[in-house]
């Protein structure tokens, strides 16, 4: 690296390289452009390093120490299982270095340079990139910013060794016997979860009517029995007021229903939301133009105010989904070479991994509704396929809803093992402006879970055949 205030030159600049940053340099890369990326941690960003990858699989770690204990209806008898939790994340670690490793790899084949250091806008065309030792000024013709977010923190909840976030909750070095998390999010559900299945007796506190508020009621609560039968506790409509550590854990205190609760536990889990990593880039000093939350307003094709300079990711407008950051990279990539890119939102899929994992896409049947449709929603049981059975994993249901006119596919929601995988064949035929008809007369293997989308689409055809 350069000492000094000597301005190296690049043709794009990319700043943060998790799974917006680093889909974006390859993009940039293969349509010719000279890439350079910035990244101050680890490759792969939050979602490989702290996030999505290390949470599904301690998520998977959960599930299989959960089949090994309660298996006996299959004539599956296991005699003390224990969990080595310190194995557990030595393999989740191993999980997480391939892949942070796999990034590097293909961004080194893709010929994009690598700077390890902490961006700073100097001006609308150039950065001052620091790190331990040096600092360097880079100019650049276009710029890119995909730095992501990180946890919220609340006054009352300020984080040390026993209050924790989500980064926390995946590197501790013990099965907490008592936890409590606060927030009923997908974040928290899904390491709710983990650590229920891995023996930990958990309480969740919500602030709103039902978990995961995101999703549907009957979908939450498919989730709430499956977590209230492994020793999970609820409390929605909760306030959570203070932590105390003791010696030996915390003491929360919180607002139950107007009646004030303490609950000790060894961890306390805060789980209230991410916000976006733009506040020590130095985006005010360029007048780029932000929300009050520091959101970065941008348009069609993921560009702020500053013509030569995009945003894509956690840092702007819509859901904060890995899956949405790589998409609008491609945007934003595309758009720097003079393609005719732009955004477009039919179809953006959300997932939590719960059990049963719940996705949905599109639109619901009330919110196609709002939106003026004259809609309405097929359902088919899990516990009517062959496969779930034979899965000995039954509950849930898929819904599909489409425009009663012609059949047009407009969204679906599914709660039920593999729901991850299955939504992107709906998410498919929202693109393609597909009809129920379309994915009734496709072929579906036998016996698979992906029989039960053709299945309710017959439904939607009032053509059913595995159920009345």
Partial sequence: MVVGDFAQEVDTLVIGSGPGGYVAAIRAAQLGQKVTIVEKDSMGGACLNVGCIPSKAL???????????????????????????????????????????????????????????????????????????????????????????????????????????????????????????????????????????????????????????????????????????????????????????????????????????????????????????????????????????????????????????????DIVPGPALAHKASYEAKIAAEAISGEASEIDYLAIPAVCFSEPELATVGYTEAEAKEAGYDAKAAKFPFAANGRALSLNDTDGFMKLVTRKEDGLVIGAQIAGPNASDMIAEVGLAIEAGMTAEDIALTIHAHPSLGEITMETAEVALGTPIHTM
């Fill in 59 to 313: 998520i998977q770690a959960g599930h299989r120490a959960h089949q090994a204990k309660s298996s006996e209806d299959m004539g599956i008898i296991a005699e003390n299982v224990t969990v080595n939790f310190d194995k557990v994340q030595e393999w989740k670690g191993s999980v997480v270095n391939k892949l942070t490793g796999g990034v590097e790899g293909l961004l080194k084949g893709n010929k994009v340079e690598i700077i390890r250091g902490e961006a700073y806008f100097s001006g609308e065309d150039s950065v001052k990139i620091m790190d331990e030792k040096n600092s360097s000024t880079y100019k650049f013709k276009n710029c890119i910013i995909a730095t992501g977010s990180r946890p919220i923190e609340i006054p009352s909840f300020k984080y040390t060794d026993r209050v924790i976030n989500s980064t926390g909750a995946l590197a501790l070095k013990e099965v907490p016997k008592k936890m409590v998390v606060i927030g009923g999010g997908y974040i928290g559900i899904e390491l709710t979860g983990a650590y229920a299945n891995l023996g930990t007796e958990i309480t969740v506190l919500e602030g709103s009517k039902q978990i995961l508020p995101g999703f549907e009621k009957q979908m939450a609560k498919l989730v709430e029995k499956k977590l209230k039968a492994n020793n999970v506790t609820f409390h929605t409509e909760a306030m959570a007021k203070g932590v105390e550590e003791t010696d030996k854990g915390v003491k929360v205190t919180a607002e139950v229903k107007g009646e004030e609760t303490v609950i000790e536990a060894d961890y306390v889990l805060v789980t209230v939301g991410r916000t976006p990593n733009t506040d020590e880039l130095g985006l005010e000093g360029i007048g780029i133009e932000m929300t009050d939350r520091g959101i970065i307003n941008i348009d069609k094709q993921c560009r702020t105010n500053v013509k030569n300079i995009y945003a894509i990711g």
